[in-house]
């Protein structure tokens, strides 16, 4: 089992952070979307959001080392080789899906804090990151918001490309990422 990416495949662990990363992505938004459909303050709409801030703090927990991952080898080659601006819209596509990774939790975080609320993590009562303060509050959600519309785009667009690459451009690009790859 290789725990460090090569020249030629992820590693198992970048690969294994990258699907669970994706099924708390699916967690989080299912859950957020799902919560409106029971009543304010029943057991089912509560569990919906403990389980929306669960896999959001998971996904920030988790991108810390994803980024270390990536950091401890290299990426794997693209064969063949995309055009440069493919190359580069890549690289820019991936940064802002970190900046997601860690911006939307944080915020959710904030958000809560703001509006007076604990953040717990399986049992465990996380520190106050800010006061309360309400007009601060409806500014978050409204950011909060706002970006996790932005991540469908890039969620979305992130899944789009891995099927072109697969289909149109006939690459390793999808591969590369697969769990059963190797």
Do not use: C
């Not at 990426?75 to 890549?90: C, E, N, V, Y």
């Amino acid at each position: 089992m290789n725990w460090r990416n090569t020249s030629d495949r992820y590693s198992t662990l970048s690969r294994a952070l990258h699907w669970l990363v994706v099924l708390l992505f699916v967690t989080a938004y299912a859950t957020v979307e799902l919560h409106e459909v029971f009543d304010r303050g029943s057991a089912p709409r509560r569990l919906m959001m403990a389980s929306h801030f669960m896999a959001g703090l998971s996904v920030l927990l988790l991108v810390w080392l994803r980024l270390a991952a990536r950091l401890l080898g290299q990426t794997p080659q693209i064969s063949p080789a995309p055009p440069k601006w493919q190359t580069g819209l890549a690289h820019a596509a991936h940064a802002a899906l970190y900046l997601l990774m860690i911006s939307l939790p944080l915020l959710g975080w904030l958000m809560r804090n703001a509006g007076d609320s604990t953040v717990t993590y399986f049992g465990l009562t996380l520190p106050a990151l800010i006061g309360p303060n309400e007009a601060l509050h409806e500014r978050l959600k409204e950011l909060h918001g706002l970006l996790a519309n932005l991540g469908y785009l890039l969620i979305g667009g992130h899944a789009a490309a891995a099927l072109f690459h697969h289909y149109m451009q006939k690459d390793n690009t999808l591969r590369l990422m697969l769990p059963a790859h190797g």
